[in-house]
């Protein structure tokens, strides 16, 4: 996990996602104002406060979060988080490499789950061996003439991947309240963790509510809760507190 990383491909749209966001919620009082393009266009570049997006941004209203789409990429997360953060598809789109096309012979690399950096070196060992022997297994059916997109599936879950992800500020947020929670894996939180850094430092009026259920209106797990709740809400500080291993350089 150690190298796994996470950049927002377009900053720019999270600033317009913010300014879309406050012209639409405005748009819907002010309607009977509006009598030509130019007055729209003043009420589209009229300007807010921080204060107004943190007010908007927690109504119940989600349409006015989705006028514009964010695109993040993670690069070196395993095929395991490819498959957990894939069943989010409502207004969400993903781009993957693909084990069809693409020839891991003697390319392949691994996460090694936070569980397993804990438990130190020879766990990591015994891990990487355990992984170099199913990538033996993909290389020999690529020899005896089997096509990649068969050979795929003797590939490890804990194979590194690139991911695109595209999603509106809405959906970001819904991802990262439900997987940022200490119910889900270690890798999944991990990546959503540093997903909601980054664009909590674009803009975080917006994106200061993203946080899972324990830092906002509370838990929803019911039974199923960790009873681990967060005590802030700052991501690089929940990365720091969950995650050492990976916070040094």
């Not at 781009?95 to 069809?100: D, K, N, T, Y």
């Not at 990538?135 to 879950?157: C, N, S, W």
Request: contains cysteine; proline residues 5%.
């Amino acid at each position: 996990m150690k190298h796994i990383q996470v950049k927002v491909l377009n900053p720019e749209a999270v600033a317009e996602s913010e300014k879309m966001m406050v012209c639409a919620a405005r748009l819907t009082q002010r309607g009977h104002k509006i009598k030509s393009l130019d007055d729209f266009m003043a009420l589209y570049e009229k300007g807010y406060s921080p204060e107004t997006v943190k007010g908007m941004a927690s109504l119940p209203h989600p349409t006015i979060q989705k006028f514009d789409v964010i695109n993040v990429v993670v690069v070196g997360a395993s095929r395991r988080f490819l498959a957990q953060i894939t069943r989010h598809q409502n207004e969400v789109k993903f781009m993957s490499a693909s084990l069809q096309y693409s020839n891991y012979a003697n390319e392949a690399d691994f996460v090694v789950p936070y569980a397993i950096l804990e438990k130190g070196q020879s766990a990591i060992d015994a891990y990487q061996a355990a992984c170099e022997k199913a990538m033996d297994a993909y290389i020999d059916a690529l020899d005896e003439g089997i096509d990649h997109d068969a050979a795929g599936y003797m590939a490890p879950q804990g194979l590194r991947n690139i991911l695109l992800i595209s999603a509106t500020p809405y959906q970001w947020k819904h991802m990262i309240r439900q997987r940022a929670c200490r119910r889900n894996t270690a890798e999944t939180r991990y990546v959503m963790l540093r997903i909601w850094e980054q664009l909590y430092a674009l803009n975080p009026a917006l994106f200061e509510d993203a946080g899972p259920g324990c830092t906002n209106e509370g838990c929803k797990e019911g039974k199923m809760s960790c009873g681990q709740p967060y005590a802030c809400l700052l991501p690089s500080i929940m990365i720091a507190e969950d995650f050492p291993l990976l916070c040094v350089e």
